[in-house]
């Protein structure tokens, strides 16, 4: 699996050194910097010579040759402006990083991580306002590149997270999952397909304290509020805790699994009923021979729930002396036409698109798009402090703590992560 899927998630302490060196150069330097809205001169000279943007992604693989030919498309699509594709791999962050701290940053940057670099990236409100389509990207994308109440990316791809599971062992066990299910249906369902080697619930719990907001959403909960406070103790937060502790070693009905395991591996396996996850695993465990169905996350009490979002962005950084040329590389990135072709590798963040692929009928496929609709009003912890990576490994800590013994004291553990989470956001 592509390590990328889950940077989101699980922000190193690493990324948390690098913000200093970030906001030590987020203005540019001697460098043109746009406007907080985005405008500045496109550059270019006197002689007609085309203006010379760079664009930085972190992918590879597949990924890179379906960006290849959208950079291919734009700049044969006009004869202004020339793109210049620049593979960074797994090195993204350290190269990105370097980059901004010698004032030589790429124009555009496929970014996720906007608590580390926000404060190197432009603003694109007015800009993303100003699309007279605009009400066909998906809102609840927005909300995951908003920092401080300002944008700084748009969206080019995302998947939410959604239940999948085995249907020859649900078939067999007699259950039939719903489009409304509840927490409690999920618990009696994986106690009546545990038997034998056979599990009913394959439930990652760390290190993924991003992925772990959409449970505690189902109930109510979330690590912190809308207004920046820290609510890691919560009532409705201790009530997720215990009753996912208590499927694990209560009911015995979950396997704990933490992000060493490969979920594709296991649920291909045909060892595991249940599962939640995003969208990335479904070739592989189809190609094992599973017959996967997918639907949406159950809510507790009303069934009601909500799903974090992995999404990635375009970002513009404000060291950019050109930076109306990159927003028009953008906007070509993210028109109909290069949404469709990105629907090789992303989720499509057009809702036209995602109809005309048939993406809101498939029912392997639709119930992301569900998940996505469920949760727009709801902006993640990730994106409410710029302090996420050392509150996210705090977070960690006491998901490790809470999951990894059957006696643990939730509530306890919970207080403790709430005094240390409001130390580092003072």
């Known amino acids: 699996m592509n390590n990328r899927v889950y940077k989101i998630a699980s922000l190193s302490l690493a990324s948390a050194l690098l913000m200093g060196a970030l906001a030590a150069c987020g203005n ?245 009923a249940f599962g939640e996850m995003g969208k990335w695993f479904i070739p592989s465990i189809r190609d094992a021979g599973v017959d996967l169905g997918i639907a949406p996350m159950p809510g507790f009490k009303d069934g009601t729930s909500m799903s974090v979002v992995h999404a990635s962005f375009l970002s513009v950084t404000n060291s950019s002396k050109n930076a109306e040329a990159a927003w028009e590389f953008i906007k070509y990135y993210t028109s109909y036409d290069s949404v469709k072709q990105l629907g090789q590798i992303e989720m499509p963040v057009r809702e036209a698109v995602a109809k005309d692929l048939g993406y809101l009928e498939d029912a392997q496929i639709k119930p992301f798009y569900t998940m996505l609709e469920r949760s727009v009003s709801k902006r993640p912890s990730l994106v409410k402090t710029a302090k996420w990576p050392e509150v996210s490994a705090e977070l960690a800590a006491a998901l490790e703590a809470v999951f990894a013994q059957d006696k643990a004291d939730i509530g306890a553990i919970l207080d403790e992560t709430q005094s240390k989470v409001e130390g580092i956001m003072k």
């Open 28 to 272: 540019g330097g001697d460098n043109a910097a746009p406007s907080a809205s985005g405008t500045a001169s496109p550059g270019g000279n006197a002689s007609g010579e085309k203006i010379k943007i760079r664009y930085a992604t972190g992918d590879s693989g597949p990924a890179v040759a379906v960006q290849e030919d959208i950079v291919r498309s734009f700049n044969e699509s006009q004869d202004k402006i020339e793109v210049k594709l620049e593979t960074y791999g797994t090195a993204f962050d350290q190269k990105l990083t370097a980059a901004l701290g010698a004032k030589n940053a790429p124009d555009v940057v496929k970014m996720w991580n906007f608590p580390a670099y926000y404060q190197s990236l432009v603003p694109l409100d007015d800009k993303i306002n100003a699309l007279e389509d605009k009400k066909d990207f998906y809102e609840t994308l927005f909300n995951y590149a908003n920092m401080d109440g300002k944008i700084y990316g748009m969206p080019i791809g995302f998947s939410t997270r959604a239940l999948h599971y085995n249907k020859t062992l649900t078939d067999a066990a007699g259950v039939t999952v719903g489009e409304n299910w509840t927490m409690e249906n999920l618990r009696e369902a994986a106690k009546a397909t545990t038997k034998d080697d056979v599990m009913g619930l394959y439930f990652y719990y760390n290190p993924d304290p991003y992925a772990f907001e959409s449970i505690l959403w189902s109930n109510g909960g979330e690590w912190i509020d809308d207004n920046g406070a820290p609510v890691v103790n919560s009532e409705a937060n201790k009530e997720a805790f215990q009753f996912m502790h208590d499927l694990i070693y209560k009911d015995k009905a979950a396997y704990a699994a933490n992000l060493s395991d490969d979920f594709g591996q296991a649920m291909g396996s045909g060892k595991y």
